[in-house]
């Protein structure tokens, strides 16, 4: 692959709702230009993108795969996202380090669910933006009703580039609004515009260039005074337009037929912003203030990590985009986050799975390389002299989670260090224990996201886990203040044991945690006993007296007891002190308390009635409902009991249209008739377990 610099370089991430085609359009772009000698097919598991196994079985896009094309003389670094919701995460990393989104619509659909939320994305990064309009030669494909979808979701102005020729199975080529010529066929065979298509292209002409002349004072003038823009002129427009975003573009393509794929590639071309055209971007610098990072070779070093890929045979590949400064293979960087220095072996530029290898990349380009010790994916690589670190992407907290828990002994020793290889893989998955129930949890975007990164842990990693609904981590307290005593007595032949112990347990304000008080005066237990007693104590306050969870916001008080010269001794208090509490305890009104969480839900207005009916059913307190843009956004607080599996149910009651996300708010007391279940199941678990 030959070297490419700066002003030569496009950054592009194709974006859209699942199956609008981006995969068959990354394949009919490399086939195009030459860099493959046939055409791989979803269908069959044979394009360059898809190469996962679970992506062949699955016949979709589950990782972002990286598609450089070679065209006139410039670098179209693609990278090709899944449009399936659970898969987010990789949508994020590949927007964070693009120039441009190509977001592709299906002209049946139109703008349907994926496409709004990948929208929106690029619009928190400010994104410059075109539009494809795929698969032109479905069945009831319709360009004009497609464009005007586009206008009423996003209020943009959707500009025409191009228009197609013909529709459905007679869709041949398109028309070039630029240049005003036909493009015939998959080798895009210059032509005339068909003659029932001259009106409404030299309509849909005055309309762009319209658009170009507003993207440039200059040529506002101009036209403004009558002129005629010239090609060169329209393109100049055009371009600063896009990258305002004030104009999006529309192209028409059928990957799966080739048609369009050229002309598409010569408007990115022409139109996309080089990493140059986008300028500098914002870093911390050294002494934590900000900087800019110009895109040039000779700026100092800052290239961010924007995707981590475990593979068993290469071991970890380390994607990078560079935004200051230039890499060459075989050389030493500084890690600013883990502040250690990395040693890069040689550097690649990736085609899906195939590496190929480069001596240098230059500013603004995309590249990987294997074997990075330290390196995770949001980190930033750079000169050691001049430490920087660039934001990385941020992604939305797990929504989903599932227990896991080995199939064999083989299995266990392997499944944390696994959990965290496919964790680092996939930012969007977290894992670790929960000590209140003593599980290890899994969590991602959605049970297919799960499902999907368990059965990678089988097929690359060798390690079988089953998965299960996780249990609840309730806490257990008191709600009044109670005293009793416990006397430890064991008198076995040799030396026996001895010890009383009187407490008095204190509920404490939530949060509060386990606090220890001594009052024992006139030395009735002598203070060397004191931490014996505490240790018994917090033997119970790990595994609770009522259902099994761990024993919070409560003071135990010792206030009396008595002790033998002889028989008292260390174990003797251990055993009272955890008694007298196991006994204090059931008599201060004992609790089960339960984890609420704040839950922000976005939903199209015409779902609200249902999302609303359906959150009284979970025991859910409505803080507030805002309308913005079409859209309700309802707060709540909800019991984590009622919220397992929230992710699947809302997809299923709004067309899979409704977003949401939570974090943990507060504990607060199970309602008794919902509490008895609980103990009940939790008596039976342990008995079970003693069998």
Not at 128 to 138: C, F, G
Not at 340 to 351: D, H
Request: with cysteine; charged share 25%.
């Amino acid at each position: 692959m030959k070297e490419y610099t700066t002003q030569n370089i496009r950054n592009l991430v194709l974006l859209g709702h699942g199956s609008s085609g981006k995969t068959s359009l990354a394949e009919a772009m490399l086939f195009a230009s030459g860099a493959t000698n046939r055409m791989g097919r979803v269908e069959d598991g044979t394009t360059v993108s898809d190469f996962d196994e679970e992506e062949i079985r699955r016949r979709i896009s589950l990782s972002m795969a990286m598609i450089p094309v070679e065209w006139e003389g410039c670098k179209l670094n693609v990278l090709d996202t899944p449009g399936y919701l659970d898969f987010i995460g990789e949508v994020i990393s590949g927007i964070r380090v693009a120039d441009l989104a190509l977001v592709l619509v299906d002209p049946v659909g139109g703008v349907e669910v994926g496409t709004e939320l990948v929208w929106n994305y690029a619009d928190q990064y400010h994104l410059p933006r075109m539009v494809v309009v795929n698969k032109m030669n479905r069945e009831n494909a319709d360009f004009a009703h497609t464009l005007q979808s586009l206008r009423d979701a996003f209020r943009r102005n959707f500009v025409p580039l191009q228009l197609p020729i013909g529709a459905q199975a007679s869709f041949a080529g398109v028309v070039d609004l630029v240049r005003m010529r036909a493009l015939m066929g998959p080798e895009a065979k210059v032509a005339d515009i068909p003659a029932d298509m001259k009106a409404q292209a030299e309509e849909a002409r005055v309309q762009l260039v319209e658009a170009a002349a507003e993207g440039d004072d200059e040529l506002i003038m101009k036209y403004l005074e009558g002129e005629e823009l010239t090609e060169e002129e329209i393109r100049r427009g055009l371009r600063a337009a896009i990258l305002k975003g004030s104009v999006v573009p529309v192209l028409v393509t059928a990957a799966t037929e080739n048609i369009g794929t050229r002309a598409l590639m010569d408007a990115l071309v022409a139109y996309a912003p080089s990493p140059a055209d986008r300028g500098p971007e914002k870093a911390e610098g050294p002494t934590g203030e900000e900087e800019e990072i110009e895109p040039s070779d000779t700026a100092p070093l800052a290239a961010l990590v924007f995707k981590t890929a475990a593979d068993p045979y290469v071991g970890k590949l380390t994607y990078f985009r560079i935004y200051g400064g230039m890499l060459e293979s075989d050389t030493r960087v500084w890690n600013s986050r883990a502040n250690t220095e990395e040693r890069l072996g040689t550097l690649y530029v990736m085609r899906g799975k195939e590496q190929i290898p480069v001596p240098r990349l230059h500013a603004g380009d995309i590249g990987a390389v294997a074997k990075l010790s330290e390196t995770i994916t949001g980190d930033t690589l750079c000169d050691r002299g001049h430490a920087v670190k660039i934001p990385g992407p941020v992604f939305p907290h797990p929504l989903f989670a599932v227990a896991v828990r080995p199939k064999s002994k083989a299995d266990q020793a392997k499944m944390a260090p696994t959990l965290t290889r496919i964790c680092e893989e996939d930012p969007t998955l977290r894992w670790r224990q929960e000590p209140g129930t003593r599980e290890t949890i899994l969590e991602g975007m959605g049970e297919a996201h799960v499902e999907i990164a368990v059965r990678r842990m089988e097929n690359r990693f060798g390690v079988g886990v089953e998965t299960s609904t996780p249990k609840v981590p309730y806490r257990e307290t008191i709600t009044r203040v109670h005293s009793d005593y416990y006397r430890h007595k064991k008198q076995t032949g040799g030396a026996g044991q001895f010890a009383e112990v009187h407490m008095r347990l204190e509920p404490l304000p939530r949060g509060t945690g386990f606090e220890y008080g001594w009052e024992v005066f006139g030395g009735a237990i002598s203070s060397s006993f004191q931490p014996s007693i505490e240790k018994g104590i917090k033997q119970v306050l790990e595994s609770g007296v009522l259902a099994g969870y761990p024993v919070v916001d409560v003071k135990a008080v010792v206030y009396d007891g008595k002790e033998h010269p002889v028989d008292s001794k260390d174990i003797a208090f251990q055993i009272a002190g955890r008694e007298a509490f196991k006994k204090v305890m059931l008599g201060a009104g004992p609790v089960l308390l339960e984890p609420i969480y704040k839950a922000v839900i976005t939903v199209p207005e015409e779902f609200t009635g249902d999302v609303m009916g359906h959150l009284n059913t979970k025991r859910a307190r409505v803080l507030g409902m805002e309308q913005q843009g079409g859209k309700s956004i309802i707060t709540a607080l909800v019991p984590l009991a009622e919220m397992q599996r929230y992710a699947t149910e809302l997809r299923s009651m709004t067309q899979g249209r409704g977003l949401f996300w939570m974090e943990f708010d507060h504990y607060e007391e199970v309602p008794p008739h919902l509490a008895q279940p609980i103990i009940e199941a939790a008596k039976r678990e342990r008995e079970q377990e003693r069998e």
